[in-house]
């Protein structure tokens, strides 16, 4: 399984668009890069998945270069809502791993008025 | 459609009691799992199951349990209580893999709060 590596926190105000870079050296063929998003005393949520070049939805956008050593979530102009904990995983979700995905420590977003 | 639904949120034991965390899900999905959050930190998995009498260790398995006699319900059960199991529980379920309509992502519960003293 990659290890993936993000800061620890971040700081941002509202209005601003925020980028959180995740490293994942050691990604695999078949892996594909998935970021959730927790609240304080809720469960995590979805909010995007890729596993090459741009996704986009309606929460955020996915920017993943060739190499696929490393990702970026951005979150287009924050809001306090958006004060929450961002996890970067990586695994292989087609071939039964989904399961067994591991979660770091996350990276603390503190969106500020 | 309530998604995962976990029992209790709440709950204090004693140091040596045992008790089971209820997960169930609504979504007919093949993969369940079970996560520990210890304050400040990411979750840490601890058994999952990738179907119906099917089960497996993750992370953390010791002083746990869990069996999976349903697709639905995947029950965690603590032997014997003790305060490092002081944590939130949260329960995930997905489908087995991505094809037309369904996606590859994992829902969570709401978790359980336990309190060993």
């Known amino acids: 399984l990659a290890k993936t590596t993000q800061p620890i926190s971040m700081d941002s105000y509202e209005g601003q668009e925020v980028n959180i870079t995740c490293s994942h050296n050691?990604?695999?063929?078949?892996?594909?890069i998935t970021w959730y998003q927790q609240f304080p005393s809720q469960g995590p949520r979805f909010i995007i998945q890729?596993?090459?070049t741009k996704v986009t939805n309606e929460v955020a956008s996915l920017f993943i270069p060739a190499d696929r050593k490393s990702s970026t979530l951005s979150l287009p102009r924050v809001s306090l809502s958006d004060t929450a904990v961002y996890y970067c995983l990586v695994g292989d979700v087609f071939s039964g791993g989904y399961n067994k995905l591991i979660f770091g420590a996350g990276t603390r977003l503190a969106v500020h008025p | 459609n309530a998604g995962v639904t976990q029992t209790p949120k709440f709950q204090v034991l004693k140091t040596g009691q045992s008790m089971t965390l209820q997960c169930a899900q609504d979504?007919?999905?093949?993969?369940m799992s079970w996560y520990r959050q210890d304050p400040g930190m990411g979750l840490r998995l601890i058994h999952y199951s990738v179907g119906a009498g099917i089960t497996d260790q993750g992370e953390v398995p010791n002083g746990y349990n869990v069996s999976r006699s349903t697709t639905e319900d995947f029950p965690l059960r603590l032997l014997s209580a003790a305060p490092s199991q002081t944590s939130v529980y949260f329960c995930?379920?997905?489908?087995?893999?991505?094809?037309?309509?369904?996606?590859?992502?994992?829902?969570f519960g709401q978790g359980t709060r336990l309190t060993v003293v």
């Open positions: 995930a379920s997905s489908y087995r893999s991505g094809g037309y309509g369904k996606g590859t992502e994992a829902f």
């Open positions: 979504m007919n999905h093949e993969y």
């Open positions: 890729g596993y090459k």
């Open positions: 050691n990604i695999a063929t078949n892996d594909y």
